[in-house]
């Protein structure tokens, strides 16, 4: 008996379990999540969370959205303007290697052409002077590349195909149409090269257009066009007669320090080897051509000085002027 008492007396001080009961949250079934506060723990707000992040994924898809119809408008607009357009032609590179090799054929076939035409105009004239054999003229076809590219670089407007250019005509005074100006027999270019006046009889310097510059300083006399103007530094050693075209031709003086002759002086200042038969001899210099024909030098017979005669031009412009320089230069007398 005493032992159930006991056992009374201990089941009356130990305290009843407590049971905290949990409710799940409202409206969990369609994903949206309310939970009431409490005093022991603080105010979270999934809902706005996942609002959030929805209007973040109905964006991208907005963004893709507006990008594919886009596209379809591109591929729409492509295939109104161009009935026969394709994916491929989006997509197909080898297409375009294709046209760009088409497109390179077309140039090979364009410059053999070119070449062709040039051997053409050779052979008419040869046979015009008849002055050439056979084997001249299988050499003027096979013309290399290079040399081909040096005729080119002095194409002129010429009306008279007398190879003086329409401006040097002008100066001259010479007709533009007509290839022996005066009816004396001889060409007007071979005339002025040679420097005889191709509107008349006598020389070049009686022509009414020519006018003769005199170096005092270091004794040369040049001929020059009366219209080009002249400056002049004070030691005489830079003479240049400007040209409309904003081209130049300039003679310069400098001491030939080693006393070499021309063909070693240029060697020396270009690092060019010179042929013997490339430097011109005259009665009082040597001298010889830039290798593209835009520069003289010459030298005097006791190598005191070296002379150099330059025609200067802008560059992508033709030069008008290259017989009237090579007119100078075949005028130039050293007293």
Same mark, same amino acid.
């Given at each position: 008996?005493?032992?159930?008492?006991?056992?009374?007396?201990?089941?009356?001080?130990?305290?009843?379990?407590?049971?905290?009961?949990?409710?799940?949250?409202?409206?969990?079934?369609?994903?949206?999540?309310?939970?009431?506060?409490?005093?022991? @723990? +603080?105010?979270?707000?999934?809902?706005?969370?996942?609002?959030?992040? =929805?209007?973040?994924?109905?964006?991208?898809?907005?963004?893709?959205?507006?990008?594919?119809?886009?596209?379809?408008?591109?591929?729409?607009?492509?295939?109104?303007?161009?009935?026969?357009?394709?994916?491929?032609?989006?997509?197909?590179?080898?297409?375009?290697?294709?046209?760009?090799?088409?497109?390179?054929?077309?140039?090979?076939?364009?410059?053999?052409?070119?070449?062709?035409?040039?051997?053409?105009?050779?052979?008419?004239?040869? *046979?015009?002077?008849? $002055?050439?054999?056979?084997?001249?003229?299988?050499?003027?076809?096979?013309?290399?590349?290079?040399?081909?590219?040096?005729?080119? *670089?002095?194409?002129?407007?010429?009306?008279? $195909?007398?190879?003086?250019?329409?401006?040097?005509?002008?100066?001259?005074?010479?007709?533009?149409?007509?290839?022996?100006?005066?009816?004396?027999?001889?060409?007007?270019?071979?005339?002025?090269? =040679?420097?005889?006046?191709?509107?008349?009889?006598?020389?070049?310097?009686?022509?009414?257009?020519?006018?003769?510059?005199?170096? =005092? +300083?270091?004794?040369?006399?040049?001929?020059?066009?009366?219209?080009?103007?002249?400056?002049?530094?004070?030691?005489?050693?830079?003479?240049?007669?400007?040209? =409309?075209?904003?081209?130049?031709?300039?003679?310069?003086?400098?001491?030939?320090?080693?006393?070499?002759?021309?063909?070693?002086?240029? @060697?020396?200042?270009?690092?060019?080897?010179?042929?013997?038969?490339?430097?011109?001899?005259?009665?009082?210099? +040597?001298?010889?051509?830039?290798?593209?024909? +835009? *520069?003289?030098?010459?030298?005097?017979?006791?190598?005191?000085?070296?002379?150099?005669?330059?025609?200067?031009?802008?560059?992508?412009?033709?030069?008008?002027?290259?017989?009237?320089?090579?007119?100078?230069?075949?005028?130039?007398?050293?007293?």
């Amino acid at each position: 008996m005493k032992d159930k008492k006991d056992q009374k007396e201990i089941e009356s001080i130990t305290p009843d379990p407590v049971f905290n009961i949990h409710r799940m949250p409202q409206n969990y079934k369609s994903g949206r999540f309310e939970i009431s506060s409490s005093s022991e @723990g +603080s105010n979270v707000t999934p809902t706005k969370e996942h609002q959030q992040k =929805n209007k973040k994924i109905g964006l991208i898809i907005m963004i893709f959205g507006v990008i594919l119809v886009i596209f379809l408008g591109y591929l729409i607009f492509s295939y109104i303007s161009n009935p026969n357009f394709s994916f491929n032609s989006l997509f197909d590179f080898e297409k375009k290697e294709e046209i760009v090799n088409i497109n390179d054929n077309v140039d090979d076939t364009v410059n053999i052409v070119e070449e062709d035409q040039v051997g053409e105009v050779i052979e008419e004239d040869l *046979a015009e002077e008849g $002055s050439q054999d056979e084997e001249s003229v299988v050499e003027i076809e096979d013309i290399e590349e290079e040399n081909l590219e040096e005729e080119f *670089a002095y194409v002129f407007l010429d009306s008279d $195909s007398d190879g003086l250019s329409d401006e040097e005509e002008y100066l001259l005074g010479s007709n533009y149409l007509q290839v022996d100006s005066d009816n004396d027999g001889y060409e007007d270019l071979s005339e002025v090269l =040679n420097l005889y006046n191709p509107i008349g009889v006598n020389k070049l310097i009686d022509n009414i257009n020519i006018e003769e510059f005199k170096n =005092n +300083s270091f004794n040369y006399s040049v001929l020059y066009p009366k219209s080009w103007d002249i400056s002049i530094l004070s030691d005489e050693s830079s003479v240049v007669f400007s040209i =409309n075209d904003n081209s130049f031709v300039q003679i310069l003086v400098e001491k030939n320090e080693g006393q070499q002759n021309i063909g070693s002086w240029y @060697g020396s200042r270009f690092f060019s080897f010179i042929n013997s038969e490339d430097i011109i001899i005259n009665d009082d210099w +040597s001298g010889l051509y830039s290798e593209d024909g +835009s *520069a003289f030098y010459l030298t005097d017979k006791d190598l005191k000085n070296v002379y150099t005669i330059l025609y200067n031009f802008p560059e992508n412009q033709t030069q008008s002027y290259i017989n009237i320089f090579k007119t100078m230069v075949n005028s130039f007398q050293l007293n």
